[in-house]
């Protein structure tokens, strides 16, 4: 035990060692795209750091209109402004490091229901995503209802897309400019 204990330290060490040497004089920077070496030890690390239990978790919540309608505004509301409405990312998202996965990309979706539900409950370290988790019981099902959107993303249509645009945040300025275009459409000066 104490020599593969051993081992793994230097072995660590070496690691360590390598990434400073690449690093060295390069600085680190998050305009960069993430290496094929980065994404797959960011996915493996991701993998290892969710638990089985959690990993084979099937999603309890049955995708009906009405929680597929709720789950839209919740991700319109606390999703969309890194994955967009249609879940194809943002410039926000795309220059977060490592980017804002692309929710309908295969890869993303060939993680388990369990997989997507621990991500929103409980973030992704040193990564943009953080963990939503408020727990309670309606919080989980919320999160399990963002699980069945994620799911369908692709499915929505034009009109989903533009009534979630409707629930997205707005700063002050937008809020102003959508109040002078009402006033202008009424005739108001």
């Known amino acids: 035990m104490r020599r593969r204990f051993l081992i793994s330290a230097i072995l660590l ?8 040497w690449f690093t060295h004089g390069i600085g680190f920077t998050a305009h960069a795209t993430p290496s094929w070496v980065e994404a797959t030890l960011l996915t493996g690390a991701r993998r290892w750091a969710t638990p089985t239990a959690a990993h ?10 009405e929680v597929l309608r709720a789950a839209m505004a919740h991700w319109a509301d606390h999703c969309a402004s890194c994955h967009g409405n249609d879940g194809t990312g943002t410039p926000l998202g795309r220059r977060l490091y ?4 692309d929710m309908r990309a295969a890869g993303t979706q060939r993680l388990t229901d369990g997989d997507l539900f621990y991500i929103i409950e409980h973030g992704v370290p040193w990564t943009g995503m953080p963990a939503w988790s408020n727990g309670t019981e309606g919080g989980e099902h919320d999160s399990w209802a963002l699980v069945a959107l994620i799911r369908r993303l692709s499915a929505l249509t034009q009109q989903d897309l533009n009534e979630m645009e409707r629930m997205n945040p707005k700063s002050p300025a937008q809020l102003e400019q959508d109040r002078q275009a009402d006033d202008f459409l009424k005739g108001h000066d």
């Open 13 to 20: 060490c070496l690691l360590a060692a390598l990434v400073a």
């Open 56 to 65: 084979t978790r099937s999603n309890p919540v049955q995708p009906t209109s």
């Open 98 to 101: 490592p980017p804002a996965p």
